[in-house]
């Protein structure tokens, strides 16, 4: 290792360690004018009981006792403008105005408002000791890489801890924890109404009975998909840090506020509005897709396809995704992502967005038809012309994520044929299970009425948006980038993936073509491709690929020593591009290629 | 009828697969190096850290099962012809109706001084790669013998775990028996930036023994001694045949096993395949053993006809090649000499960079296209193999060259400096008429078959 990228990793280590530790630098001190409540009868109610507990100016060294003195806090203001409501709620004043729905809404916000720590009081110096330490060490780290020569570069891979991956029992063991663990607290998350829990679980036996006694997958067992004997403690440790970040971000938000502090001016300066959580997501997001963009322009920047891909994914991330929507929001717009479709985008059909779009003159209705535009002309559209490839490895956030963070574990990918099934039961399931849930919510939205059928489509769409939006695209999307590859969500759980997929699969001129016969099986192709494709086994006999999976991300043809992989389009045999098989093959009494 | 097949590599599991396609025989192949059949050109990627051992099988474990394909472990000592029975190591047997040897190569070893001491050895099995794998834990220093295919590909596994490597070759120029002398000196040159130290015109004359029976030092024919702990004997292969000779003299055989146009052996219902076998009568300009993957899957399945009654001549086709130098790839289709004939003309573009080049060779009197040489560059097989078979003349093979580039998107072309050397050198005016696509390389390969 270059030196200086021993330092540009010392440095990151630090960053790192300085951003884990200031979680537990707050200092709180909830006071009259700093609690940041707009309404009335909330803020007035929940400051009387905090002054009753004793929590009003007093001074706490950690958030531990201060959020749980808090929720004591909230859950009695709730409770006594329930008391207060049974008498009647004062005139002119709508319910939800006066009953205070969900105590968890204001942990956050009363939380942040009350940090009186050194992060509050100096959130740009922290900004610099965290986020821009750690842009300078990974800058570092990755910039000596454009010296070396130009070619591929995973050398040591597999004999990296970080990067090698899990045996197969232990990772079966995080599986099913982290699915365990995603229904048991939705019981909680979903105020202990049992059924939607109850039907994921029976549709998660269901699956695996499918793809276990059904398709005959028991006795086939995978070996390949994760061996005896690597475990790469470091990835472990990798894949719990980001488990636990996305626990706190998306369901725990009170604990992560001193983040969110010092990404509070970057926000202000952008949207004029102090920063949510979400920005700090958003900020950490971009930041990572640009450096790690970086790094995966240095290792493939002998492949034009892959240089231009990635500053593609760059663009949209911190173009369109991120700074666009802050302007929106400056402009007193709708906060509008362009490139994010239905059904990705669960909640483009979702009351509150509909109306905000209906209501927002004619940039609103532009946005509500450029959604709709995307969704039923442009995917199927772009995917013919190009394949998927067009969304999800050089337009989508998660795709660039998964191919900027993500591309050191995209060996870890299960190629095993029982991936492939549980793949294809799991990713059109969720497809269904969106469309179900949205014809459900415009149902809702368009006749007033709740119940459709059994199902209460408020919980539906609540739990649509915990159990897929955050718990499988969050936690294990990005999670289990250590664990099994760095497109779990995008190959097993997203919706958009499953829709377009389909696209490419039965009408698009896209494939990854096979170069005759010089496959020698060697299996870089398969072992890179992180959709978990088993490309070897197609190059190998001379055929051509073509699975709804591809992202095209191009990785299967840049590692390929052989010259084999080209991806391309050709409109001249949309409807029989996997017939040819390439190889030599025998073929009326000689051995030919066979066209 | 039961088909036993010796050799779990690539021909003989090609040969296993198609005869499982075409009936319903009972099937075992033998092997003695491994359970499951794994790709032998890709071990130097399980050393290197870029896969694991397990991805190196190409199909996975319950394949086998499934599709009713026998797998034994275990060495045949000994083929009793008479009887139709093998015997083995441990002295079991195994009768077989019929007999496929498809038991590969093994290593070049010259009478070396020293060549059998511990830490020599050469890059052929899986137990080398676990040699080498054990050797490498307190490895300072590796010399390797031999500059060939195998020669560089472990030339390249030490240097990705930089280990210090110093590379003999005999002659003048990297594999200068091979590739023409422009790529030679492409790729010599591309082996010492990249940090190996390469000795041109040196050879291996002994090896020293440092007391306990390890490998210590190596000394040159220059009389320069090497300090290392791991000498590398790369220097070729030759057909793995040892215990047919010893113990089934019926079978003839030269330097491999001697099979005519169907593959069968001198011994009815044994056949030979791969690298062990050799043609009585190659093809016109074809060698009688050609040690590499492609022939051995082409063997394989031409074999597995013959034996389920549908026999077949093999028919190899036009030659092609493909290898990895380090970071430069090379492909090759039809003929390309290392030392042209007067007749075979050239045109040679190479990138200023020095990592690229095209060739491509015609005859001067005819004007047929013979062949097409790449480095770090892409072109279609099916695309050069149809000019190549057609006899197409260059003038027609330059104008629509960028049918046979198979370089990934945004890749430059370069297909018309190619065009413009050809003009350079002809004082001709060449235009080139296609650039890159599928869809004209599509028309142009379904015009062949009549779609
Ligand atoms: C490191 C390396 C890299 C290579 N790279 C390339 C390349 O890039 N391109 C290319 O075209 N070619 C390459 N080759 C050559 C190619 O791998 C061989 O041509 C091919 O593997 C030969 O296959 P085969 O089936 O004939 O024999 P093998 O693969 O050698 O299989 C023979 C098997 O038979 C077993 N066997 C032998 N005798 C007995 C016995 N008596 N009892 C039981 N079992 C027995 C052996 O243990 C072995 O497992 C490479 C070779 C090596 C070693
Ligand atoms: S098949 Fe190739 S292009 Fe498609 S996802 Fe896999 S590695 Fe990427
Ligand atoms: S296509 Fe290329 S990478 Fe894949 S197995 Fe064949 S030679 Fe290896």
Known sequence: ??????????????????????????????????????????????????????????????????????????????????????????????????????????????????????????????????????????????????????????????????????QFNIRSIFLGLTIAGTIIYGIFYMNHNLLWPAITTAMVGLISWLVFFRQ???????????????????????????????????????????????????????????????????????????????????????????????????????????LLPEILVRLNQPYYDFKNIWPLNYSFFFDYNLDTLTSSGSLGLFMLVWGLALMIIGVPLFTYF????????????????????????????????????????????????????????????????????????????????FLIGSAFAGVVGTGFYPLMGNRTWCRFGCPLAGYIGLVQRFKSRFRITTNGNQCISCGNCSTYCEMGIDVRAYAQKGQDIVRSSCVGCGVCSAVCPRGVLRLENSSIDVDTRTDALRALHIKDGEVTLMQ | MHIAIIGNGISGITAARFIRKLSDHKITVIS?????????????????????????????????????????????????????????????????????????????????????????QGMYSMQDLDGMEEASKDLKHAVIVGGGLIGIEMAEMFHSRHIPTTFLVREKLYWNMVLPEAESKMVSRHIIESGINLQLETELKEIIDDGTGKACAAITN????????????????????????????????????LVNEQLETSVKDIYAIGDCAQLRNPNEG????????????????????????????????????????????????????????????????????????????????????????????????????????????????LQNLGIANFDPEFYKEYEEEVVKIYNKQTGKNLQLKQKRSLTAALKFLRNAVGV
Not at chain 1, 410 to 437: C, N, P, T
């Open chain 2, 286 to 397: 074809r060698r009688p053993i050609e040690a590499v993957w492609y022939t051995g899957k082409m063997m394989g399945e031409t074999v597995a006809y013959t034996v389920c009654g549908q026999p077949q001549n093999y028919n190899p086709s036009i030659w092609f090649n493909s290898a990895k130098f380090v970071d430069i790839e090379y492909q090759v289709y039809g003929t390309v000499l290392a030392k042209a004939p007067e007749d075979h003309v050239s045109i040679y573009w190479e990138h200023p960079e020095g990592r690229k080049s095209i060739r491509i060779v015609y005859d001067k009197n005819t004007s047929e296209i013979l062949g097409f040489n790449l480095m770090g560059v892409r072109y279609r097989h099916e695309v050069c193999e149809k000019w190549l078979k057609e006899k197409a003349s260059v003038e027609t093979v």
């Open chain 1, 1 to 166: 290792m270059h030196i200086i990228q021993k330092i540009g990793l010392g440095i990151f280590v630090i960053a790192l360690a300085l951003f884990t530790l200031s979680l537990g630098m707050g200092k709180y001190q909830l006071s009259a004018d700093s609690i940041d409540i707009s309404k009335e009868y909330h803020k007035k109610e929940i400051l009387e009981k905090a002054k009753a507990n004793g929590l009003l100016d007093k001074r706490y060294e950690s958030n531990f006792t201060f959020i749980s003195d808090l929720k004591k806090t909230l859950k009695d203001a709730q409770q006594s403008l329930e008391e207060k409501a049974k008498n009647g709620i004062p005139e002119g004043v709508y319910e939800w105005d006066f009953r205070m729905g969900n105590t968890k809404d204001y942990m956050f916000g009363v939380v942040k408002s009350a940090s009186v720590g050194p992060i509050a009081q100096n959130p740009m110096r922290w900004f610099m000791l965290t986020f821009g330490l750690g842009i300078l060490g990974g800058l570092l780290y990755i910039l000596p890489k454009f010296i070396s020569l130009p070619g591929i570069k995973n050398n040591g891979i597999y004999h990296n801890s970080l990067t090698r991956g899990l």
């Open chain 1, 216 to 322: 005959g997958s028991k006795e086939n067992n995978p070996q390949r998909s994760a061996s005896p004997d690597i475990t790469g403690w470091l990835g472990v440790l990798t894949g719990v840090y980001l488990i636990g970040f996305y626990i706190l971000l998306y369901w725990m938000p009170e604990y992560i506020t001193s983040w969110v502090l010092m990404v509070n001016p970057l926000s202000l300066s952008l949207s004029g509005n102090g920063a949510s959580q979400w920005f700090l997501y958003g900020t950490l997001y971009t930041i990572i897709v640009l450096v790690m963009g970086i790094r995966m322009m240095s290792k493939y920047r002998h492949n034009m396809y892959q240089v231009v891909r990635t500053c593609s994914v760059m663009f949209f991330q911190t173009a369109i995704a991120f």
């Open chain 1, 386 to 465: 190009f394949g998927k490839r067009w969304y999800c490895s050089w337009v989508c956030g998660c795709g660039g994520l998964a191919e900027t963070m993500g591309d050191p574990y995209r060996q870890l990918s299960d190629k095993s044929l029982r991936a492939w099934k549980y793949e294809r039961y799991i990713i059109h399931g969720v497809l269904l299970f969106a469309v179900v849930m949205t014809l459900m919510v415009l149902y809702t939205y368009f006749t007033g009425n709740y119940q459709v059928l059994i199902f209460n489509s408020d919980s539906v769409r609540t739990w649509y948006g």
């Open chain 2, 222 to 257: 220059k009389g320069e001694r090497i300090d290392c702990q791991f000498v590398g004997l790369t220097a070729g292969v030759h057909p793995n045949i040892g215990f047919i000779k010893e113990s089934a003299p019926e079978i003839e055989v030269g330097r491999g096993i």
């Open chain 2, 32 to 120: 003695a190096e491994t359970d499951y059949f794994f790709s032998r050109t890709a071990i130097m990627y399980a050393y290197m850290g870029h896969m694991r051992k397990e991805d190196l099988k190409p199909y996975e474990d319950w394949f086998w099962k499934k599709n009713r394909i026998d797998l034994k472990r275990g060495f045949v000592s000994k083929i009793d012809s008479q009887n139709k029975s093998l015997i083995f190591k441990d002295n079991s047997n195994m009768t077989y109706d019929k007999l496929i040897i498809a038991c590969g190569s093994t290593p070049n070893k010259f009478g070396w001084p020293g060549q059998d001491l511990d830490r020599v």
